[in-house]
């Protein structure tokens, strides 16, 4: 969840490509909207969303992991290339993902991400 609000920070979906599986459905889909924000010269303001709660389940095969985070969704103002506000989308809600995550052998990372 900080890879994912440090890249609608920065507008640079870097750090969320390294630590999502290319198969990723829901990672890809962050990613390319926000490589096409980048190239429109949109960026963002709000929206950091707050993790309340992650729980990872035991007992999974070794080098597989599931962790459901649950987190409140915040506000994000989308702002054009002129620095103006063009939308809101709106927060204010609990929401759950579902982590499924693999490890490599040097790191962990998103094999799919999806609601909960």
């Not at 924000?37 to 992991?65: C, D, F, H, I, M």
Request: hydrophobic share 35%; aromatic share 6%; net charge neutral.
């Amino acid at each position: 969840m900080d890879a994912l609000n440090e890249a609608y920070v920065t507008v640079d979906p870097s750090r969320l490509r390294a630590l999502s599986q290319e198969g990723c459905v829901t990672c890809q889909a962050y990613i390319e909207s926000l490589e096409k924000a980048r190239s429109e010269g949109r960026s963002y303001a709000g929206g950091q969303n707050r993790v309340k709660t992650a729980v990872a389940s035991p007992g999974l095969p070794q080098r597989k992991g599931l962790v459901l985070v649950d987190y409140d969704l915040a506000d994000l103002d989308v702002l054009g290339a002129s620095g103006s506000k063009v939308r809101t989308v709106s927060g204010g809600r609990n929401l759950t993902l579902r982590f499924d995550v693999q490890h490599d052998g040097s790191r962990w990372f998103a094999t799919q991400v999806s609601p909960s």
